[in-house]
C-alpha cells in the first residue's frame, strides 16, 4: 500500500495532461463537428463535397499516424511548413479526427428529425437558423447522447495515444515508473485512473439522457 501511495503523485501528474487535451480536444472538436455537419447536409454541393472527403480521411486513417504527421511531417509540406511543439500538434491531430467523427454523429442527428417540422417552422414564418436553434437542434441532442457517449469515452482512452510524441502522460508516466521500479503495479494503477474517468463520464452522460428521456 506504501508503494501505491507513492507512485499516486506522478500518476495524477500525468492524468492532468491526459485530463488537459481530453477537454481542449472536446471543447475544439464538438463545434466544429456541429459546423461541418451543417455544411455536409447544406446545398452547396462543392462545400459539401469537400466536407465529405475531410470526413473520409480523418476517418479512414489512424489517429496515430495523423499525430505523427501533423507533429513531424508537417514542417516538410510545402507553403504549410509549420513545426507545431509536442502538446499543440496533439491538440490539433485530435480536434480535426474527433471533430469528423461528432460531424457524423450530428448530422445522423438532424437528418432524423421529421422534414415536416422543417415546413412548419417555415410556415411560422422561422428562418433556417430560427428553425436550427429552436426546433431542430434542442431535439438532436437527446438523440445523439448515446453516441456522443460512446466517442466521448472512446477519447479518454485514445488520449494514450500521445506517449508517441513523448508527452507525460497518464501511460507514460506509469511506464516510466515499471522500467525503473521492474514491477506492473503503475499499470494496474493506471488502469484505475481511466476505469474512474470513463466511470465518471458514464454516470454523467446516463444523467443526461434520463434528464432528456422521450418516452413515446
Not at 24 to 37: E, F, H, K, R, Y
Not at 58 to 85: D, E, H, N, S
Not at 138 to 157: A, D, F, G
Amino acid at each position: 500500500m506504501d508503494y501505491i501511495l507513492s507512485i499516486l503523485g506522478p500518476l495524477a501528474e500525468g492524468s492532468l495532461v491526459t485530463l488537459k487535451l481530453f477537454f481542449i480536444t472536446l471543447a475544439l472538436a464538438v463545434p466544429l463537428g456541429l459546423a461541418l455537419a451543417l455544411i455536409r447536409i447544406s446545398r452547396f454541393t462543392v462545400a459539401s463535397q469537400a466536407v465529405n472527403g475531410y470526413i473520409w480521411l480523418m476517418r479512414g486513417t489512424p489517429l496515430m499516424l495523423q499525430l505523427l504527421f501533423i507533429y513531424f511531417a508537417l514542417p516538410f509540406v510545402p507553403v504549410i511548413g509549420i513545426r507545431l511543439p509536442d502538446f499543440p500538434a496533439a491538440i490539433v491531430a485530435f480536434a480535426l479526427n474527433y471533430a469528423a467523427y461528432f460531424a457524423e454523429i450530428f448530422r445522423a442527428g438532424i437528418q432524423s428529425i421529421d422534414r415536416g417540422q422543417y415546413e412548419g417552422a417555415k410556415v411560422l414564418g422561422f428562418s433556417y437558423g430560427q428553425t436550427m436553434r429552436r426546433i431542430v437542434l434542442p431535439q438532436v441532442v437527446k438523440r445523439i447522447l448515446p453516441p456522443m457517449s460512446n466517442e466521448t469515452i472512446t477519447l479518454v482512452k485514445d488520449t494514450s495515444l500521445i506517449y508517441v510524441l513523448a508527452l507525460n502522460d497518464l501511460l507514460r508516466a506509469a511506464r516510466g515508473i515499471v522500467q525503473r521500479d521492474f514491477t506492473i503495479t503503475p499499470f494496474i494503477v493506471a488502469a484505475g485512473f481511466y476505469l474512474l474517468m470513463t466511470l465518471v463520464l458514464t454516470w454523467l452522460f446516463q444523467r443526461l439522457e434520463k434528464r432528456h428521456a422521450v418516452y413515446d
